[in-house]
């Protein structure tokens, strides 16, 4: 698999997304296939059951939160390596040089892709989620402001309220519920919470008695179950999760069933056969003019499973019940327990490549050994880190290390290059530490007037050596401090970098950061810059800073090599 291949397969199945995705897939199969099983049971108490996994569904992402992870799956980290074993260079190891902690652009201007690949993939996904999630959730805006206009809207009919009343007392419910009429509404609907409402068509007051009051008991029986509270409690974690199937086949077979069990509430005091016609003729009168987006009683959407199941003597029918509630709620919060903690996992090495050994020397600048020094390898793509500590001579030893490009940071003095292992690869490799010498920030204005950068200087010979008179001094400077004494570097010559003339003229701004050694001669040598830029900021900074010069830093009284930073700021007032 290609690298970039590789770093966008981990970052999506190593995202916590992917895990959460899983998890819901998992409940809401279980819910469909429950609601499978029981075909034959009450519509209450499959409608219970869709409830409970649109709940767990939308506090699952909560639950992954604060729970500790278990791995679920383990995905193999196919980035970490090399895409090719027998690719052109895959044999040569980059060299150990004083470098940066990000990925770096050189000279000849290469950058590595991978690490911002992989978060550039997960960013994506994230913001894909985001956005998809917003431009669902409007709808259900629109829709409850759409409610509110309703109410305002529509009248009150007042024989329709006393009988509602009437059959409202019969269902057990003590709220008192609004009856409305509206010239928008096709066939009768409720919604509300706090002010339930069912709201009739305009001619509703010519209906016959017995259609007014099935209709009126379907529409009561979904105030007593709050369905319009359910629906709307779907919809919106249908929204959460906009692009899975599953979610969406769940929330129709909700309002189905929430349909189904208000149908069964009707068949307690009325005639089957004569609903089941009232059923279709509403349907055909709906299916003309649409009714705004309500639990109603006819519905198109599934009306033949609908009429069937009315006309069915032998569908069991009935509330949810205590029992099987209490059931529900242990089974939900069971599963949420459950699944909470699981997580997809990357792992960072193949079975068949975990015998690399990357094990070597470490000493400071002047060839001393670093005892008890705290050595890091982080992987390029993974950013993982996996350390060890050298022992009294300063040596070190990584085993079983997947294949792959790592960076090396030596406590104490940061990071210090790349190491490239192969597969089944033992390298060993001595590391010479690198101090940190200079750190500098720049500000160049387009304002400026441009001044011509001065002739490159000619490196200059080292600064002699001025060892302790005796070894026992020496002994005991050393016996104080690992540096008892370093002299850091000074600056004799700099050059400021000018304001490219193209982003000057465009008005543009920018940053560069600038990372390098200072050498023996005074001179900066393996600039590079360390973070994307505009390449004619990145060529003027990295044109400057050629013609810098100092004086070398001093170990104990030897002239060593140093690290120096610069960040070049180039700003448009």
């Known amino acids: 698999m290609r690298p970039a291949a590789a770093a966008i397969v981990l970052a999506i199945a190593s995202s916590p997304a992917v895990s959460l995705v899983a998890k819901v897939t998992v409940v809401m199969a279980l819910s469909l296939a429950g609601t499978r099983l029981a075909r034959t049971s009450r519509a209450s108490v499959r409608h219970a059951l869709l409830v409970a996994a649109f709940t767990v569904s939308l506090a699952l992402p909560i639950g992954s939160m604060v729970t500790p992870v278990v791995p679920l799956v383990e995905v193999q980290d196919l980035a970490s390596g090399r895409a090719n074993a027998d690719a052109p260079g895959a044999a040569f190891p980059a060299p150990l040089v004083s470098t940066t902690s990000r990925a770096s652009t050189t000279d000849s201007g290469r950058t590595p892709q991978m690490?911002?690949?992989?978060?550039?993939?997960?960013?994506?996904l994230t913001i894909g989620w985001v956005v998809g999630t917003v431009c669902f959730l409007l709808p259900v805006a629109a829709g409850l402001w759409?409610?509110?206009?309703l109410r305002r809207s529509a009248r009150p009919w007042i024989p329709g309220q006393s009988v509602a009343q009437r059959l409202a007392s019969d269902a057990g419910i003590e709220r008192r519920v609004e009856v409305l009429l509206h010239e928008a509404v096709t066939g009768p609907a409720s919604c509300g919470v706090a002010r339930p409402m069912i709201v009739l068509p305009v001619d509703a007051p010519a209906w016959h008695g017995d259609d007014l009051n099935?209709?009126?008991?379907?529409e009561l029986e979904h105030v007593r179950r709050g369905d319009w509270a359910s629906q709307c409690f779907a919809r919106v974690v249908c929204a959460c999760y906009w692009f899975h199937p599953l979610v969406w086949v769940a929330r129709r077979r909700l309002i189905l069933e929430a349909e189904r069990a208000c149908d069964d509430a009707v068949l307690r005091s009325a005639d089957a056969t004569a609903y089941a016609s009232q059923l279709v003729?509403?349907?055909?009168?709906?299916?003309?003019?649409?009714t705004p987006s309500l639990?109603?009683?006819a519905h198109g959407t599934d009306l033949a499973l609908r009429v069937r199941a009315v006309l069915d003597a032998r569908q069991r029918r009935g509330r949810v019940g205590g029992l099987r509630a209490a059931f529900v709620c242990v089974a939900s919060a069971f599963l949420l327990v459950f699944m909470s903690p699981m997580r997809i996992v990357t792992t960072a090495q193949e079975p068949a490549a975990t015998t690399q050994v990357f094990s070597g020397s470490l000493t400071d600048p002047l060839g001393r050994p670093l005892p008890d020094t705290r050595v890091t390898l982080w992987s390029v793509?993974?950013?993982?880190?996996?350390?060890?500590?050298?022992?009294?001579?300063?040596?070190?030893?990584?085993s079983g290390m997947p294949d792959g490009e790592y960076r090396l940071q030596v406590h104490g003095f940061g990071f210090q290059g790349r190491v490239t292992l192969a597969r089944g690869e033992r390298l060993n490799r001595n590391v010479a530490a690198v101090l940190a010498g200079s750190e500098q920030t720049l500000t160049i204005s387009s304002r400026g007037t441009p001044v011509a950068l001065p002739a490159l200087p000619r490196p200059q010979p080292p600064t002699p050596p001025r060892p302790y008179a005796a070894q026992a001094g020496l002994d005991r400077c050393a016996g104080t401090s690992m540096f008892c004494r370093v002299t850091?570097?000074?600056?004799?010559?700099?050059?400021?970098?000018i304001f490219p003339a193209t982003q000057r003229d465009n008005r543009m701004a920018g940053t560069v950061t600038v990372e390098g050694l200072i050498g023996l001669d005074g001179l900066l040598k393996n600039l590079r810059a360390i973070a994307p830029a505009d390449p004619d900021f990145a060529a003027a900074t990295l044109n400057a800073l050629r013609r810098w010069q100092f004086i070398a830093m001093q170990l104990d009284g030897v002239p060593v090599e140093a690290t120096i930073r610069v960040t070049a700021n180039f700003v448009v007032p």
Do not use: I, W
Request: aromatic share 6%.
């Open 146 to 149: 759409g409610v509110r206009r």
């Open 488 to 497: 850091p570097p000074v600056q004799t010559a700099r050059a400021q970098p």
């Open 295 to 297: 639990p109603g009683m």
């Open 115 to 124: 690490p911002s690949l992989y978060l550039f993939t997960s960013v994506l």
């Open 214 to 218: 099935r209709a009126l008991v379907h």
């Open 381 to 398: 793509v993974t950013q993982q880190p996996v350390e060890a500590q050298s022992d009294q001579l300063g040596r070190f030893t990584f």
């Open 281 to 290: 003729t509403l349907a055909e009168r709906m299916s003309t003019a649409p």
